[in-house]
């Protein structure tokens, strides 16, 4: 079935709220912001650093949490502690996207955001655009359990996704002068 597509940035209180680590890793979370938008799920944004500004890391999580946020995403690269500090803070789900820079490229983000210890879990996601891409859908996911229209549009998402791969292979076995299906 097709679910109507939303239109443009969405509205209403935040029930996706992400933080970076800096505006240096907006270029990568927009990646994340982007399927939000195409599902329709009304999302927040801001700069907060475990390191620099603790304080608002709190004050941020507390106020959306109480807000009505659902599911929580926290972006930060190097000794990267963002979203453990925002699981510090709240019982919604956190979601860690490790940022790739260097000298290291992400290895040291990931395994301090995945390196959580006993009864503070955060979700890791991939490296860089692969994890803020897959941290969009998956927050997405997490808000669909109690909202019907949204998992409908994550399934048609997924349908268009299927058609395409199946529309590439069948250039593909042309170009290659295959048969134009595998058996
Ligand atoms: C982290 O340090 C940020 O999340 C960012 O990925 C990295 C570098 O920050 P900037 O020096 O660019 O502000 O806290």
């Known amino acids: 079935m097709n679910a109507s597509k939303p239109q443009g940035k969405p509205t209403g209180p935040a ?3 992400i933080l970076m680590g ?8 927009r990646k994340c912001m982007e399927q939000l938008d195409k599902l329709g799920v ?3 944004a801001v700069v907060a650093s475990a390191h620099r500004t603790p304080d608002r890391v709190q004050r941020y999580v507390r106020e959306k949490d109480a807000a009505g946020c659902l599911v929580f995403v926290a972006a930060a690269g190097g000794a990267a502690h963002l979203a453990g500090a925002v699981a510090a803070q709240t019982t919604r789900p956190v979601l860690g996207v490790p940022m790739a820079v260097p000298p290291f490229n992400g290895l040291d983000a990931l395994f301090s955001t995945v390196q959580m210890p006993p009864g503070m879990p955060v ?15 998956l927050a997405a996911q997490i808000v669909a359990v ?8 994550i399934r048609d998402d997924r349908d268009a996704m299927r058609a395409k791969v ?15 299906e595998f058996v």
Do not use: H
Not at 123 to 137: F, K
Not at 146 to 152: I, K, S, T, W
């Open 15 to 17: 029930r996706v709220c």
């Open 22 to 29: 800096s505006d240096s890793d907006l270029p990568v979370m």
């Open 42 to 44: 009304a999302w927040d």
């Open 123 to 137: 979700g890791t996601l991939a490296a860089g655009e692969y994890g803020a891409t897959n941290a969009g859908i």
């Open 146 to 153: 109690g909202d019907p229209d949204l998992a409908e549009r």
């Open 166 to 180: 199946v529309e590439k292979n069948t250039k593909m076995r042309q170009d290659l002068g295959l048969p134009s």
